[in-house]
């Protein structure tokens, strides 16, 4: 049998969980309701899902507050949250992504609108889920297991930085500026300075410590991650 993806549908209102259960039902999924952060919790606790369907307003901790945490967890931090908001709530939206959604969806909203936007978020987060391991000269990024290793010592490594890093070796040698790296690594939501690639380079950098010299600046053009690094490198 083909494998069912677990969704988590954080919701308290049951008609609009019970709806939503039903049509993932449906389609292939295997769909589990929480109806607020405490039975989420317990949830995650349990069973890990493939992606969280997190309502804005709920009773006690927000969508929003949760979605944070969520992500600040190491071990709930790779699940795709697709956040349900209220039309018109162009705040709220922005504000879920900050705190961590990957998309969100308005209410009242189609099945066929939802299925769509929950397979691309699987989609889009899959590559980095399956075990899937890049080695560039000593060092190594397994994005399955979320460790950084030179030398075959561990690196510890933040969330955004593992992102670039992740990208910069899977394309390495070659030389991306710093917009293209807010496109591929920081997504198309999200607006954002091409500063704060700056930001996570550098924090990247202390990361990385003896092999930051593989993270080079390219002036003018922006950075890459190569095997061979030259002597001196600019900051
Ligand atoms: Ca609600």
Known sequence: MKY???????????????????????????????????????????????????????PGQSGVSLARKWRGDARTKAIPILMLTARGDEPDKV???????????????????????????????????????????????????YRVTFQGAPLKVGPTEFKLLHYLMKHAERVHSRSQLLDKVWGDHVFIEERTVDVHVKRLREALGVAATMLETVRGAGYRITAQPQVSIQA
């Open 4 to 58: 069912q993806p677990r969704v988590l549908i954080v919701e308290d209102e049951s008609a609009i969980a019970e709806l939503i259960a039903v049509n993932l039902r449906h389609n292939g999924f295997q769909p589990t309701w929480a109806e607020d952060g405490a039975s989420a919790q317990r949830e995650l606790d349990a069973v890990l899902p493939d992606v969280i369907l997190l309502d804005w307003m709920l």
């Open 95 to 145: 504000a879920g992504l900050d705190a961590g959604a990957d998309d969100y969806i308005t209410k009242p909203f189609s099945t066929q609108e939802l299925l769509a936007r929950i397979r691309a978020v699987l989609r889009r987060r899959a590559p980095e889920q399956v075990s899937d391991s890049v080695t560039i000269g000593e060092l190594t990024l397994d994005a399955g297991t």
